[in-house]
Structure formats: C-alpha cells, structure tokens
C-alpha cells in the first residue's frame, strides 16, 4: 500500500489540496477540512504534536471542521483505520504483515 502524500497524519482525511510538508520539510500552511489541524501552525508554532491533536480530535466526537459540507459517505472511523494501516505497513518496511493461521 503506497501511502498518499495528500492525505492528513493528523486524522487520515485524504483530500488535502497539498502535501502538509515539502521535500525539505517546510510547512504547507493547509488547514485539514476534516479535523482543522493547520501544518505550520498546529504544530511548529504552538508545538502540538499529530497524536495529540488526533486525540484531542478523536475526544470531541472526531467532528467535521470546514464550513464546506463533509464528502458523501464520509467515515471518520474508516479514515483513521486507513491512517492506522497505513503506519503499520511503514513500520514494517512495506511488507505486510504476517499472518498466521490456526487450523482447527
């Protein structure tokens, strides 16, 4: 699974319009339609970490932050398993996961 460069650390939300950081680390300045987090802002200037934020986020109700009406269908439970995926398989250096079947 190829993770997207659009997509939120924050909440996984996978719409951002760019990367949150660029090859040289610099900030996008976005703010995250789904949970409001603003990289450069959030972060680098009031020192918030993602997990922090997600928490503080997740505690809420995990709302929708935009004034602009939320996608259709849109899931935050399915967003933040796809984000929780997604980190797995970089700890794991993109290979899966390995399973093990039990056999009755």
């Known amino acids: 699974m190829k993770t997207d460069p659009t997509s ?56 929708w932050t935009s004034k602009q009406k939320a996608p259709k269908g849109w899931n935050p439970q399915t967003q933040l398993g796809n984000l929780a995926r997604t980190a797995t398989l970089k700890r794991v250096k993109g290979r899966p996961p390995r399973l093990f079947l039990q056999t009755a």
């Open 8 to 63: 939120c650390p924050v909440c996984g939300y996978d719409k951002l319009d760019e990367p949150p950081r660029n090859r040289t680390g610099g900030a996008s300045m976005e703010i995250c339609a789904c949970c409001g987090f603003q990289f450069g802002v959030t972060d680098d200037d009031k020192g918030i970490s993602y997990d922090e934020y997600r928490q503080g986020w997740i505690s809420d109700g995990m709302p």
